[in-house]
């Protein structure tokens, strides 16, 4: 399985970004996003079933981000609205192998399989 995550670069403030991720090898119960900032914990971010569509949300990310998938593509993006410094982070992208209908875990534990990361970095 690999998952090849892209998108993130440089912006300043109230910009936007779309971080997509490719997934390849196997299909997958749920995918997620998650963050983690020079010398902070790995944080969860959002997370989507590929069945039902169902997603979970940071409160951090609520009403600014939105992650989405598209199964036929194998694919799963987060758009990001309103950056603020604190979001600052690389962003990892994970999935979760099936036979977990529906269910949308917000805990890094629950994910098999993660990519290798894209930086995020906004300017203030």
């Known amino acids: 399985v690999q998952l090849q995550a892209s998108g993130g670069g440089l912006v300043q403030a109230g910009d936007s970004l779309r971080l997509s991720c490719a997934v390849s090898?196997?299909?997958?119960?749920?995918m997620a996003w998650f963050r983690q900032a020079p010398g902070k914990e790995r944080e969860f971010v959002a997370a989507?079933?590929?069945?039902?569509?169902?997603?979970e949300y940071a409160g951090s990310a609520k009403g600014r981000f939105t992650i989405s998938r598209d199964n036929a593509k194998n694919m799963v993006y987060l758009q990001m609205n309103s950056l603020n410094p604190g979001d600052t982070a690389v962003y990892y992208c994970?999935?979760?192998?099936?036979?977990?209908?529906?269910?949308?875990?917000?805990?890094?534990?629950?994910?098999?399989?993660w990519g290798q990361g894209t930086q995020v970095t906004v300017s203030s």
């Open positions: 994970a999935v979760r192998g099936n036979g977990f209908y529906g269910q949308v875990p917000r805990v890094g534990e629950s994910y098999n399989y």
């Open positions: 989507i079933s590929r069945n039902l569509g169902r997603t």
């Open positions: 090898g196997r299909t997958f119960s749920a």
